[in-house]
């Protein structure tokens, strides 16, 4: 049986020049700035249910509720800058 013919390969060169990736942009206070607002206005909605009213604020009256998912809100428009 004829033997096949032998391809010569080229040596592998590694590249000579390497560009490193810069991945920081800078925003590491956005992470948790918005965990922050997420967990301020839970534990706000928490405490007002817990306490029967009487915590955070008693004079607001339902109105803590609205406070809570506000402080939630801003922890997602927060997020918007998350790079």
């Known amino acids: 049986m004829p033997k096949s013919r032998l391809r010569k390969k080229s040596d592998y060169t590694p590249p000579t020049a390497t560009t490193a990736v810069k991945l920081s942009s800078g925003r590491g206070w956005v992470a948790p700035l918005m965990?922050?607002?997420f967990l301020v206005g839970?534990?706000?909605?928490?405490?007002?249910?817990?306490?029967s009213?009487?915590?955070p604020v008693e004079a607001?009256?339902?109105w803590n509720i609205l406070v809570g998912f506000?402080?939630?809100?801003?922890?997602?428009g927060v997020s918007t800058q998350w790079k």
Request: charged share 0%.
């Open 35 to 37: 965990l922050v607002f």
């Open 42 to 51: 839970l534990v706000w909605i928490v405490t007002y249910y817990v306490t």
């Open 53 to 55: 009213g009487a915590w």
């Open 60 to 62: 607001w009256g339902n």
């Open 70 to 76: 506000g402080f939630i809100a801003a922890g997602f």
